[in-house]
Nanobody
Framework: QVQLVESGGGLVQAGASLSVSCAAS????????MGWFRQAPGKEREFVAA????????YYADSVKGRFTISRDNAKRTVYLQMNSLKPEDTAVYYC???????????????????WGQGTQVTVSS
């Protein structure tokens, strides 16, 4: 079993930066591809970014490409999402997810994940 706990959300103004983290416990973290997803009120959950188990491959949604950066530290069992140039439309609950031995790109195209975190709220004011 892997438990995922997100942190670092908050309220920022448009154009600001914010970093969220997802700490894992249990299981073999380094064997899981990790992804970030978000869900805004009244909308479906959507893919944001993913990183392969080794950290050598990343994949981003077009809406965040060039503004967000996903990274991971397997020794610390943590995945990060650095968000720059935030826009009001980035406002959502951000969730991390783990998928065993997946590719980063596959995280954007599947609904099958092994574990989810509880989410952290990111609010961007205009």
């Amino acid at each position: 079993q892997v438990q995922l706990v997100e942190s670092g959300g908050g309220l920022v103004q448009a154009g600001a930066s914010l970093s969220v983290s997802c700490a894992a416990s249990g299981g073999t973290f380094s064997m899981y591809t990790m992804g970030w997803f978000r869900q805004a009120p009244g909308k479906e959950r959507e893919f944001v970014a993913a990183i392969s188990s080794s950290g050598g491959s990343t994949y981003y949604a077009d809406s965040v490409k060039g503004r967000f950066t996903i990274s991971r530290d397997n020794a610390k069992r943590t995945v990060y999402l650095q968000m720059n140039s935030l826009k009001p439309e980035d406002t959502a609950v951000y969730y991390c997810a783990a998928r065993f031995l997946s590719t980063a790109q596959a995280m954007a195209n599947t609904r099958e994940f092994d574990y989810w975190g509880q989410g952290t709220q990111v609010t961007v004011s205009s």
